[in-house]
Nanobody
Framework: QVQLVVPVGGSAPAGGSLRLLCVAS????????IAWFRQAPGKEREGVAA???????RYSDSVKGRFTISQGNAKNTLYLQMISLSTEDTAVYYC????????????????WGQGTQVTVSS
């Protein structure tokens, strides 16, 4: 049973933008907060954005003002809009769901998507 899917990653030049999509099973999105994490080579996985069921959001300092998490028109979809990208944003990005909000502690997120590569070139 597929729970969370991130269909497509992408690449962009530094200063460019990308938008990631997460598609979640309805039983997840109705009961959970959703967060985006990323893991760069040689680094630990870190949370970058989260949205609660009431729509409140939280961002890590590294992406605040550049990334926006939002729910799509379809209730089971979430987006991560990324602008002003830098090479430091290169990572595998994951969509996750659980009871973690507003925390980015990974153990609080029960469901994980498969991860998708985002590459920012200089």
């Amino acid at each position: 049973q597929v729970q969370l899917v991130v269909p497509v990653g992408g690449s962009a030049p530094a200063g460019g933008s990308l938008r990631l999509l997460c598609v979640a099973s309805r039983h997840i999105i109705n009961r959970s907060c959703i967060a985006w994490f990323r893991q760069a080579p040689g680094k630990e996985r870190e949370g970058v954005a989260a949205i609660e069921r009431d729509g409140s959001t939280r961002y890590s300092d590294s992406v605040k003002g550049r990334f926006t998490i939002s729910q799509g028109n379809a209730k089971n979809t979430l987006y991560l809009q990324m602008i002003s990208l830098s090479t430091e944003d290169t990572a595998v990005y994951y969509c996750a769901a659980g009871s973690g909000c507003p925390s980015f502690a990974r153990y609080l997120y029960t469901y994980w998507g498969q991860g998708t590569q985002v590459t920012v070139s200089s």
